[in-house]
């Protein structure tokens, strides 16, 4: 079982930036391919970024391309996200995931492990 707990959302005005951090804990970080998503109100979650086991390649969803870069830390078990330029339509839950299978890095269904999310506020 792996423990996800992110950290490092709040709120912030267009143009701002915020790095989040997602801490893991129970198996070996380094197996696991790690994501982002992120959710907004009444809409489904969707794919932000990834990141393979060794930390490269990256893959990023168009809407935050350029603006977002997604890393880890395997040393500290960590995974970040750091965001600038922020709009307002990056508001959501953010959600980090792992997985240690193969395929699609930018399903959620394929991801069997969650943190509870951190909430980004983005003001205009």
């Known amino acids: 079982q792996v423990q996800l707990v992110e950290s490092g959302g709040g709120l912030v005005q267009a143009g701002g930036s915020l790095r989040l951090s997602c801490a893991t804990s129970g198996r070996t970080f380094s197996m696991y391919a790690m994501g982002w998503f992120r959710q907004a109100p009444g809409k489904e979650r969707n794919f932000v970024a990834t990141?393979?086991?060794?930390?490269?390649?990256?893959y990023y969803a168009d809407s935050v391309k350029g603006r977002f870069t997604i890393s880890r830390d395997n040393a500290k078990n960590t995974v970040y996200l750091q965001m600038n330029s922020l709009k307002p339509e990056d508001t959501a839950v953010y959600y980090c995931a792992a997985r240690s299978s193969s395929g699609n890095l930018r399903i959620a269904d394929e991801y069997p492990y969650w943190g509870q999310g951190t909430q980004v506020t983005v003001s205009s």
């Open positions: 990141i393979t086991r060794g930390g490269g390649p990256t």
